[in-house]
């Protein structure tokens, strides 16, 4: 019963959220291709590359989940060279990473609408020998119709918060029964595997095997080089303090220039860089800016600027870039995490050795959370007045950003190794 209600019900869900679908077309180049693919329509070619060698399937929902992925992927080919993967995603920005970075031999596609007629299609097309989802995408008729086929479903990375377990634990049945058809259960830390054994999961499918973040967070020093130079080009004065919001979500970027207004009456030599999490935003993201009444300039158009003095701020308005920007910034502010919910990853900034600086709401991080902050590895702050206190003070005192700073890194490369234990429990050690 509870299977036919989810395929009564997912339909009209889908068909409610077709318009929220389009307008994406519309405002996201790239979006709307290979659109037919969520559908289960794949192109010749596509079914030709698929037909050549049974693979594993992998699906990253988005752009944090892509590159965990990523990372999976060629651990998993450290030990098994002959291995071919098919590489799913939702979003188009995710989609362009995975086609920018993924290997020649793997094959990348949209991931397809969980409907049985869909999904029956897609799995003869693609025919896995296993499926890998990454941190929290249960799919009812996926994992269902894959179990039947007698394809085995593994969860990497998994984390579940306590928001989440709230609303699964509403439909525990069905749950449960999606959960036993995953083995291994990769959660991320001890609460989120509680979380799950909570909501039915056999005890013998779950395992803590850390966060891939911490596996996932590489330099690249092209790229910080890349975006030193775009920061010297701004002619910033000698000890300048550069203060980064990074992915952030609407609200946050008027907080940041609020508090970037005021402190520098008292902190000049301040400079703040704002990368907002979707780069569509840029021009919404510009027009506050205007508000506050700074000067700026936009990454995308840094060869332009001649001006005599530095602007008020820089605008990353590019992709794939935030990370390399981390590596010029004195303070960062890490977004999703003050006016929204959830929280973008702290643990790329965290790498740098830069002082790592988050609001409240960093619900999809609950097990690197706990660390950091056991470790003293992040100031969290409960509010915008907070933030801006935080600001002030690692602003004004070059030391304790250092000492915050040096307890990031320590704790990320403390944690790294979560990669090689997932791939070696994927292969039954």
Known sequence: MLWLLYNLLFPVVFLGMLPKFILRMVRRGGYGQHFGQRLGHFGQGTRMRLREHRRIWVHAVSVGEIYVALRFIKAYRERHPDARFALSTTTSTAHAIGRAELDGRDVLFYFPVDLPVIVKKVLRIVDPLRIVLVEGEFWPNLIRLADRRGIPVSLVNGRLSEASFKGYRKLRPLVADLLRRIDPICMQGEADARRMLALGAPAGQVHVMGSVK??????DSAGEAAARGVVDALGLPPGAVVLLG?????????????????????HPNLFLILVPRHVERSEEVLQVVAQQELSFVRRSRIGEFAGARPPDLLLVDTTGELRNFY???????????????????????????????????????????????????VEQVDDVAGLERAVETLAADPEARTALGRR??????????????TVARLDGE
Not at 340 to 367: D, L
């Open 246 to 266: 990074g992915s952030t979500w609407p609200g946050e970027e008027a907080v940041l220039c609020g508090l970037y207004q005021r402190l520098r009456a008292t």
């Open 214 to 219: 911490y596996d996932v967070a590489e330099r």
């Open 408 to 421: 990031a890194a320590e704790a990320v490369d403390r944690n790294r190794g979560a990669i090689g234990r």
């Open 327 to 377: 590596s010029v910034a004195d303070i960062i502010f890490v977004g999703k995490s003050l006016t929204q919910h959830g929280g973008q990853n702290p643990i790329e900034p965290a790498m740098y050795g830069r002082a790592v600086v988050v609001g409240p709401n960093m619900e999809n991080f609950p097990a690197v959370m706990e660390e950091f902050r056991r470790c003293g590895a």
